[in-house]
Every structure is written in C-alpha cells, then in structure tokens.
C-alpha cells in the first residue's frame, strides 16, 4: 500500500515538472519567433537613412501582426534591436539615435 502511494506521489511530481518543462520550452520557443519576426520586418521596412529608421511600436505591432506588448517584449530582449533613449517607444535595427537631415547633405548656406 505505501509503495502504491508513494508511486502516485513520484508520478504527480514527475507529471507537474514534466508539464512546466514544456511551458517553459513553448514561451522560450515564442518569444524567440516573436524577436526573429521584429527583426526581419525592422530590416525590410526601414532604412539607415533619416527619418527612416525608427519605428513606433503601433506601426511595428501592426506590420507584424503581433500585439504591442508582445513586440515590446521582443524588441527589449533582443540584442539586434536599439531603442531611442529619448523617445522610448521607438525602435531600430541600424542605430540607436537617429541620424540628422543634415548629415548627407550638409547645411546649406544663403
């Protein structure tokens, strides 16, 4: 009789260890997908050109089909993406501050 017990016991922990694993491997899974899916969209929609370069989080949630949150997550866990320091909800994959309009072309003068 302990011995049936103390089997049903090891099994249930077994069980609940084995089910956790398995909830910690499918959120690993998804938010490695979820970066995967930023970056790929960062890269073929924007441009290391001026005001090309950073996207809002709406605009990036909308092109990629995922909710705001999910993308924030992404984008703060990736290495391959850089956030604007003054505007928070802003992001990149070329640089961290975007570049003047002054930059290419120079300052004009009258």
């Not at 099994?11 to 694993?21: D, E, F, Y």
């Not at 850089?82 to 003047?100: A, G, L, N």
Request: hydrophobic share 35%; proline share 4%; net charge positive.
């Amino acid at each position: 009789m302990r011995e049936k017990l103390l089997l049903a016991i090891l099994s249930t922990v077994a069980t609940g260890i084995l089910g956790w694993l398995g909830v910690l491997a499918t959120s690993r899974a998804r938010h490695a997908l979820d970066r995967r899916r930023v970056h790929r969209w960062l890269r073929s929609n924007t441009q290391d050109e001026p005001g090309e370069s950073h996207v809002d989080t709406a605009t990036l949630a909308k092109g990629t089909g995922l909710s705001e949150d999910r993308v924030r997550c992404a984008c703060m866990s990736s290495r391959l993406v850089y956030r604007f320091p003054k505007r928070p909800e802003e992001w990149s994959v070329w640089r961290r501050e975007p570049q003047s309009v002054y930059e290419k072309r120079g300052v004009s003068s009258l």
